[in-house]
Nanobody
Framework: QVQLVESGGGLVQPGGSLRLSCTAS????????MGWFRQAPGKEREFVAS????????YYGDSVKGRFTISRDNVNSAVYLQMNDLEPEDTATYYC?????????????????WGQGTQVTVSS
């Protein structure tokens, strides 16, 4: 059974930083592209970032480019999202996702597995 478990969310002031983590089990982690999506109340799930299973390719949503960095650790079956210069508009539930195949899919439906999400709130 595949499990993705996110952690690291919380309340942060505008301009602050957070680092999200996602640990995976039940799959051959190195064979999967890993991604982060987010969803704010009343909005669709939005692509944030992804990291390919091969080649080290990374992709970012336009709203987070230059502020967020995705990384992965195949030894520990983990993927991370370093979020800097956070804005109130970044407030959302953040979801980790896994996909067997390419990472350059920027909608939710092509992704095979999902975590339960971790809440990020940016507010003063």
């Amino acid at each position: 059974q595949v499990q993705l478990v996110e952690s690291g969310g919380g309340l942060v002031q505008p301009g602050g930083s957070l680092r999200l983590s996602c640990t995976a089990s039940g799959l051959t982690f190195s064979s999967y592209s890993m991604g982060w999506f987010r969803q704010a109340p009343g909005k669709e799930r939005e692509f944030v970032a992804s990291f390919s299973s091969r080649g080290g390719f990374t992709y970012y949503g336009d709203s987070v480019k230059g502020r967020f960095t995705i990384s992965r650790d195949n030894v520990n079956s983990a993927v991370y999202l370093q979020m800097n210069d956070l804005e109130p508009e970044d407030t959302a539930t953040y979801y980790c996702a896994a996909r067997f195949g390419s990472a350059n899919y920027f909608t939710a439906s092509p992704w095979n597995y999902w975590g339960q999400g971790t809440q990020v709130t940016v507010s003063s």
